[in-house]
């Protein structure tokens, strides 16, 4: 379990974001802790996503800053980001569907010597040294997400679930401190669902912190250690899923998203 005291490995200080007049995200500021599961969660169209395309690069901010391992990286890409301990999933995993699940979860390491021409010609010992030690860690974080016995199928044969995993694995190749997860529970069976919180347990376990966006409350109250709820741009309420799910602002922002 997460301590209270975990430095904050990510935040988010005065973070806005607007579309023209739409304010998507206004005046958000939080922190995740290191190693906690940290859960965000909201009415459609809060503004949840957003949060994360700023956090992860993916969108400019309009306004305030991010800070990510003590350092302000606002400015910076999502490769750059990625490059200091950020992993990101998406809503929609969209795995290359012709290559092997191996394969698609090698593309994902950073920064190997082998993509550099001049190194292939200089280094072919070690470019080939990497791709064996590369190859034998996509081949363990397919086995962490109960997918080995998939590892040489295309990524085509994939059920939705299964590609949530195959993210998973994906994310975890660039050896990231924290993964930002947007809705792994949505369309997956609940077996599968099970293994998935499974996984996430385990790898929080090795010291990866999370910040999961999900609209399974079930899954949020058994996995998160805290959770921060977000309505029409602005952070509401954070706290145990116990004490957010009976919030009257938290109640009234889930009523007024459905009237
Ligand atoms: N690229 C964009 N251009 C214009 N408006 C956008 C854009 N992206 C998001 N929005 C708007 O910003 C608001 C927040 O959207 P966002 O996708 O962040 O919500 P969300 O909390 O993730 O919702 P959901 O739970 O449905 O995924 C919405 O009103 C949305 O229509
Ligand atoms: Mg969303």
């Known amino acids: 379990m997460a301590t209270e005291t975990g ?21 958000v500021s939080f922190d ?66 012709n290559l092997s699940l191996l394969e698609n979860v090698m593309l994902a390491r950073q920064g190997q010597t082998g993509e550099s021409l001049l190194a292939n010609f200089l280094h072919p010992f070690r470019v080939v040294a990497e791709e064996k030690a590369a190859e034998e860690k996509a081949g363990e974080l397919l086995e962490l997400v109960s997918l080995s016995r998939l590892a040489h199928e295309p990524a085509r044969v994939l059920s939705g679930g299964q590609r949530k995993l195959l993210e998973l694995a994906r994310v975890m190749m660039a050896d990231p401190a924290i993964i930002l997860l947007d809705e792994p529970a949505a369309g997956v069976n609940a077996t599968l669902l099970e293994v998935i919180m499974d996984r996430i347990r385990e790898i929080n376990a090795l010291g990866v912190t999370f910040l999961l966006i999900e609209h399974n409350i079930d899954m949020v109250t058994r996995l998160c250690h805290r959770v921060l709820v977000m309505a029409s741009g602005q952070l509401i309420c954070e706290g145990t899923a116990t004490e957010v799910a009976r919030d009257p602002r938290v109640i009234e922002a889930y009523l007024g998203g459905a009237a």
């Open 32 to 97: 995740v802790r290191k190693g906690e599961i940290l859960g965000l969660i909201g009415p459609n169209g809060a503004g949840k996503t957003t949060m994360f395309d700023l956090l992860a690069g993916s969108l400019p901010p309009s306004g305030g800053d991010i800070v990510l391992g003590g350092a302000s990286v606002a400015g910076e890409s999502a490769h750059r980001r990625i490059g200091r301990g950020l992993g990101r999933t998406f809503q929609i995993p969209r795995p290359l569907a």
């Open 7 to 27: 430095a904050p490995v990510l935040s988010a200080r005065h973070v806005v974001r607007h579309f023209g007049g739409l304010y998507a995200v206004n005046d």
